[in-house]
């Protein structure tokens, strides 16, 4: 019975000590979220970027191994390498020409390295990508003049979405 007793006390002790704790982090995770809310924000920061619309969209991996995307882009049709790895969306001259950009209007001055090795790219915005229904609007983009065999389909598409998912077949983007 004595036993018992010590075990049951023990228990409870347990108890308040975890519901002390819990109450602690719940406090100092308030006040970090009323300090992060009080924060200024600079005069020339970007506004957010806004999150990707419409419905999900599912990739088939296709028989190299990769994932490739068909992407209405400003209206036109452009076919994207999904690559994760890559910062922005990279556009091919060829690609770009056909959206409409005018290579000698754009200026070559950010440096990129591609497999071929280093080169020089633009930066752009365009106006939107959907890739069978996940849109972005507002997205970053890089032309190279040299140096891509595909466009590619980067982070500044991929992570505007809530989420993407691979699976052995697949590739499902979700805005």
């Given at each position: ?52 619309t ?41 690609d ?16 990129v ?11 752009v ?51």
């Open positions: 019975m004595l036993k018992s007793v010590a075990i049951i006390c023990a228990a409870v002790a347990s108890a308040l000590a975890a519901a002390q704790a819990v109450s602690v982090l719940d406090a100092r995770s308030k006040a970090a979220v009323a300090q992060a809310e009080a924060a200024p924000v600079p005069a020339d920061a970007p506004p957010p970027a806004a999150p990707a419409g419905g999900p969209a599912s990739l088939v991996k296709a028989a190299d191994g990769h994932f490739w995307a068909e992407a209405s882009v400003n209206g036109k049709q452009v076919r994207f390498l999904v690559d994760t790895g890559a910062t922005t969306v990279a556009l091919t001259a060829a770009a020409q056909r959206l409409g950009l005018d290579l000698d209007t754009l200026t070559f001055d950010r440096p390295m591609t497999a071929a090795g280093e080169a020089k790219a633009a930066v915005e365009l106006d939107y990508i959907a890739i069978a229904g996940a849109r972005v609007d507002k997205v970053q983009a890089l032309v190279l003049k040299e140096g891509l065999s595909a466009s590619l389909l980067g982070m500044s598409y991929l992570g505007r979405l809530s989420r993407f998912e691979a699976t052995p077949t697949a590739l499902i983007l979700r805005p």
